[in-house]
């Protein structure tokens, strides 16, 4: 099983910074990772796929990079709607597609 | 635009099966650019992988459920489903549907509750 891990659990970050998310797999899954955000109450949305491509209509403060087993989500100059639950998930693996337990962006 | 929207009962008795609809409007479940699949994320915890179907009837389920999962697609109703037998309390989610496009989803339903008590 792939299992991928998210740090830190919770990030605490002022408007107008900037966050750095961290997701890792515990192997190599080359570039097949997204990254979704989830408000409370709401499905998640997704944000990047492919490791570092945006989705449609994503902001370009949005950004994904990596391969292999490790991979970031930078959110540059923190607007109030990113506040949010973020999930990575792997799909290098079609058989178990699985996903982080989730980073927490709070102010 | 792609919307999909679940349906089904929100209670379940535990050893009871679990039956939910996915109704595709915007797209169809016909489409070869489409794989069609369920999510589910129990009360304040993760998001976890189900399965999902393809527009041949492939399916891909998650080894995890150890056989208690089937999903499958009515193409004249426009819809997918979902069975999970012998449900315990450890059912009891916040269930998605969702398309993807590849690995990934690129559209959710808003999420059905499903309760498994007796």
């Known amino acids: 099983e792939i299992v991928m891990t998210q740090s830190p659990v919770t990030l605490s970050v002022s408007p107008g910074e900037s966050a750095t998310l961290s997701c890792r797999a515990n192997q190599s899954i080359a570039t097949n990772l997204a990254w979704y955000q989830q408000k409370r109450g709401q499905p998640p949305r997704l944000l990047i796929y492919?490791?570092?491509t945006r989705a449609t209509d994503i902001p370009a403060r949005f950004t994904g990079s990596g391969s292999g087993t490790d991979f970031t989500l930078t959110i540059s100059s923190l607007q109030s709607e990113d506040f949010a639950v973020y999930y990575c998930q792997q799909y290098n693996n079609w058989l178990q597609r699985t996903f982080g337990q989730g980073t927490k962006v709070e102010v | 635009q792609l919307h999909l929207q679940e349906s089904g009962p929100g209670l379940v008795k535990p050893s009871e099966t679990l039956s939910l609809t996915c109704s595709v409007s915007g797209g169809s479940v016909r489409s070869t650019s489409y794989f069609w699949g369920w999510v589910r994320q129990p009360p304040g915890k993760a998001l976890e992988w189900i399965g999902s179907i393809s527009h041949i009837d492939s399916p891909y389920y998650n080894p995890s459920f150890n056989s208690r999962v089937t999903i499958s697609r009515d193409a004249s109703k426009n819809q997918f489903s979902l069975q999970l037998t012998s449900v315990t309390a450890a059912d009891t989610a916040l269930y998605y549907c969702a398309s993807l496009p590849s690995g990934y989803v690129d559209h959710w339903g808003q999420g059905i509750l499903v309760s498994v008590s007796s």
């Open positions: 492919g490791a570092s």
